[in-house]
């Protein structure tokens, strides 16, 4: 004691999951669903190894379905505890969890109806009741300020840019002088929009460094050089663009950048419509909380169309262009999908695999006029993945679509740190931790960041098995 335990996130992506245990608490640091191959969704269907009646909090650095997605399940499973987290993590929870409860509700219906599951009858992981019972026990506090969260543990939640409300956490134990146990969630970028930069790490016992991208560097910012070329020319040819973005998070950095570009005349003035319930809300979180994000942004903000009464409505012209517009029904969503003229469409969801953007795509594909515009990762197996491959059609809830649409993709909007800037981060330490794990990264891209690490700063590193547990004893 105190020991921990990886219950995701080791050696992938998702699932980010870590069981602390010390001798008067056990407090889970991130309750993520495993995403993507099936043999890692399956995971999600384990029981976990230890009972979620016995776990006294848990601790969450942000909300992306991979760090909070298993929220509900585990409180279905008898977890009555608190949920520490920053108010915009807490606000976007209250945004996803539902929504996601409800899609495993429909996904589960649906198979049920189709008979394409094996299990008879398919069950949802969780239900939207579940994730609304989760929500009221979330306990939302602010940066940069030491919390108690459970016996013998204090947390502080440290600005990560990310996503809105992300952070790291620092755990202290027992009021120790160790540095702590430092949970670095996922990292931002550095001298981005939207976001600021991950806040400098000042010490750290033990820390945890996500490695998604260890063995990669983004390309350098263009200044929206690519996305006005993208818009000019799909505008020209009197196209529409499709933007398939994330419903958290990217839409935001898509929609600042349109905006730039249209005050700076790069692109022409064009309607352009948010097309996603979920962004929309998002959206209204980002407005509201311009104090946590890039300095840059509440100058942008001052500077909109719609300077208005509220605050809020002062935030959002931030992500707002001169023809902007909120789509909200789906008759709405309906009748642009008909639209012929020059627009730009942003709709999730991010990967194609679902949502309003299949209509738009499914009437946009077969158009050469038209341009789909991938801005976030394209997961294998995703039909974003395939369009980007270049297949000539794709399906689309069950029919053929030939693919004649300009497809384009830009990978400069990624919300993870590349090696770079992780190496950049790690060197704010004076004294290095006793121990790193390495964790969220598949193993290509964790190996590398390890050997960036032994080679540039000789730290000591653990790349951790799933389900593996480590005595802290040693390092703390
Ligand atoms: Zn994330």
């Not at 995701?8 to 998702?14: D, L, Y």
Request: hydrophobic letters at 40%; aromatic letters at 6%; proline letters at 6%.
């Amino acid at each position: 004691m105190p020991s921990l335990t990886f219950l995701g996130a080791a050696r992938t992506v998702t699932g980010s999951k870590y069981l602390l245990e010390t001798a008067s608490a056990r407090v889970l640091v991130d309750c993520g669903l495993f995403q993507g191959f099936k043999e890692l969704r399956e995971r999600n269907w384990q029981p976990l190894p230890v009972d979620a009646k016995t776990i006294d909090a848990v601790v969450l650095t942000h909300a992306h379905l991979d760090h909070c997605g298993y929220l509900p399940r585990l409180v279905a499973e008898g977890f009555t505890g608190r949920i520490f987290c920053t108010q915009g993590t807490g606000h976007l929870c209250r945004i996803v969890l539902p929504d996601a409860g409800r899609l495993q509700e429909e996904d589960a219906e649906s198979a049920n109806r189709h008979g394409y599951s094996r299990h008879k009858p398919a069950l949802p992981l969780f239900t939207e009741e579940d994730a609304n019972r989760t929500l009221l026990q979330l306990q939302l506090i602010g940066y940069d300020r030491a919390v108690p969260v459970a016996e013998g543990l204090e947390a502080t939640f440290v600005n990560a840019g990310h996503l809105l409300g992300s952070s790291f956490v620092r755990l202290s134990i027992d009021g120790g002088n160790s540095g702590g146990l430092v949970f670095g969630g996922d990292l931002g970028r550095y001298d981005r929009p939207v976001l600021p930069d991950p806040a400098p790490l000042a010490e750290a016992g033990v820390l945890l460094v996500e490695s998604t991208y260890g063995d990669r560097e983004h390309s350098p910012s263009d200044d929206g050089e690519s996305v006005a070329g993208i818009v000019n020319d799909t505008i020209r040819r009197g196209g529409k663009l499709i933007i398939p973005s994330f419903a958290i998070g990217r839409a935001e950095e898509v929609l600042y950048w349109l905006r730039r570009l249209e005050e700076e005349r790069r692109i022409p003035v064009v309607p352009v419509y948010l097309d996603s319930p979920m962004a929309a809300k998002a959206r209204e979180q980002y407005a509201m909380r311009l104090d946590e994000l890039d300095p840059d942004l509440r100058e942008a903000s001052k500077k909109g169309h719609a300077v208005g009464r509220l605050r809020a409505e002062h935030g959002l012209c931030a992500f707002c262009t001169s023809r902007f517009e909120v789509v909200t029904s789906s008759q709405h969503s309906r009748e642009l999908v008909g639209k012929k003229a020059p627009a730009i469409i942003v709709s999730s969801s991010g990967m194609a695999t679902g949502g309003r953007v299949l209509n738009h795509l499914r009437a946009a594909l077969p158009d050469e006029r038209n341009t789909v515009l991938f801005v976030g990762y394209q997961a294998a197996g995703t039909r974003g993945r395939r369009l980007l491959d270049g297949e000539a059609e794709v399906k689309i809830h069950g029919e053929l679509v030939p693919v004649r649409a300009r497809i384009a993709s830009i990978d400069s909007m990624s919300a993870h740190a590349d090696a770079a800037e992780i190496l950049r981060w790690l060197g704010g330490l004076a004294r290095p931790p006793a121990m790193t794990f390495l964790v969220h990264g598949e193993p290509r891209a964790m190996d590398a960041l390890d050997r960036t690490i032994a080679a540039r700063l000789g730290w000591p590193t653990i790349k951790p098995e799933h389900q593996q547990t480590f005595d802290l004893t040693p390092y703390l």
